[in-house]
């Protein structure tokens, strides 16, 4: 058993195309874990949570209900309420039965120009609702690991997505850190389990010096980068892999729950 609860989420991304797939595929999801699985039950059972499209979420916190897989948004918006058009804050995330946002998704840094700056903002506002907790994305990119810049890219990533945390808010598991090098995501390019370690323990270090290695050790850090049921295990063997963030894997729910299985 680890000393970090397991955490596996899934991130649908755009997909599926139309309600009544999403339906189908919560529907095949809440079966699965009914039937022979105790999730979020036990400390030593992983935690589990799934990021469908907003306009998806309502039914998926209705049909997941009892089955332990939690609900998060993909992203969220930096704003309480007005006239933000387009936008959507936390709070409402909250009151659509959400306990997840994903943020710094490597696809809205690059695809929307997310900076840290505005990740961080995000951040803090979705840590203004008690009920809410974050998984941060970092990663670097295939140029960037090439030339060995993996730890100064994550580093600056973890140091301005978390500037002005608490460190009591690391201690109380509101933030999950997922460490998803960009050259792995979507590409069937998943990193080793050494690499994925490497990169783990760059991340805590950059954790410790920004605060102590109490917390540093207390974060949960997931891999996420082409993850498939026959990577889990091995990956979840390395000491600082704490669990997965899965993409394109979890649009099918067989597949899903052998990575959970597998964690
Ligand atoms: C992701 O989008 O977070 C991801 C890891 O995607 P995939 O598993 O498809 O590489």
Redo the contacts with the bound molecule.
Sequence with gaps: IKPRRPIV?G?W?LNPSTRAEAITLLKLLAANFLNNRNTNQSADTPETVIFPPLPYLSDAVEILEGTGIQVGAQDVGPNEKGAFTGEVAPSMLVSAGCSYV?LG???RRTLFGETDEEINAKLHKSLEQPSLKVIL?VGETLQEYENGLLESVVDSQIRKGLDGVDPAVLMNDRVII?Y?PVW?????L?ATPAQAQHAHVAIRNSLANMYDTEVAGSVRIQY?????ADSTEELMGENDVDG???????LNADSFTRIYDGA
Excluded: D, F, P
Excluded at 184 to 188: D, E, R
Excluded at 224 to 228: D, N, R
Excluded at 244 to 250: K, P, Q
């Design positions: 989420a991130n991304k994903l998704h490597s696809e994305c997922a998803e792995a995501i979507g590409t069937g998943v996420g980068g082409s993850v498939t997965a963030l899965v993409g394109g894997a979890s």
